[in-house]
């Protein structure tokens, strides 16, 4: 059903390309702008509509014993150097952790995205810390950032499928590294202060097994 819906938007993107708008010197400038925002609309949705099918189509978990301090430590040196390139300081603050079972893949993934958030609230550098310690029986990751906040009223929307404060944003990454959490049988949170920062935390429960039902 997904790739239906898609189905019909490569010929309507077609119909509104710069080389269709080319051959139509006749066409008066308004008609001409309005096709303009045909296009940039496609494109949007488009964009909407593959994350949708990203969310509605995630794999079923496939657990392995996992050292969550080794996982974490190859996110760190994969964005290490974007982060530089934004002058972003990256402080790492890692315990040594128990072996869990988790979904390696899209555990990783979910990792990935709030620290592609974090930066991305941090537009004029700041300070990127990575912290991971056992507690109470559960493992407890927090990715904070130094960047603009997020109010108070944003904060207990965020994780909805389709909401966004981003401008080029679908609403859809924050809800999925929620489902993924979740699946492990664990939870997320946020807590951010405008002007100061922002700290996502996720739980997994080390009494979590591989035999526990799939997202």
């Not at 190859?74 to 402080?91: G, H, K, S, T």
């Amino acid at each position: 059903e997904g790739k239906e819906l898609l189905a019909p938007l490569p010929s309507c993107h077609l119909a509104s390309s710069p080389c269709h708008l080319a051959i139509l010197p006749s066409c008066p400038p308004q008609i001409l702008d309005k096709l303009k925002r045909v296009r940039l609309e496609i494109k949007s949705l488009e964009r909407i509509l593959s994350d949708f099918l990203r969310y509605t189509s995630l794999p079923k978990l496939k657990f392995e014993k996992c050292d969550l301090k080794i996982l974490i430590e190859e996110e760190l040196a994969f964005i290490e150097p974007e982060a530089q390139r934004q002058e972003i300081e990256l402080v790492r603050e890692l315990e040594p952790l128990p072996e869990v079972w988790v979904d390696t893949s899209q555990l990783k993934q979910a990792l990935l995205n709030l620290i592609i958030n974090a930066n991305q609230a941090m537009e004029e550098g700041g300070k990127l810390t990575i912290t991971a310690r056992y507690i109470n029986g559960q493992v407890r990751i927090d990715v904070k950032d130094t960047g603009k906040g997020i109010p108070p009223e944003i904060q207990e929307k965020i994780f909805d499928l389709f909401y966004s404060t981003k401008q080029e944003g679908t609403g859809v990454g924050l809800a999925i590294v929620k489902r993924v959490i979740e699946g492990h049988g664990g939870r997320i949170t946020v807590d951010s202060e405008v002007g100061k920062g922002t700290t996502f935390s996720i739980f997994l429960p080390l009494t979590f097994t591989k035999t526990v039902k799939n997202i």
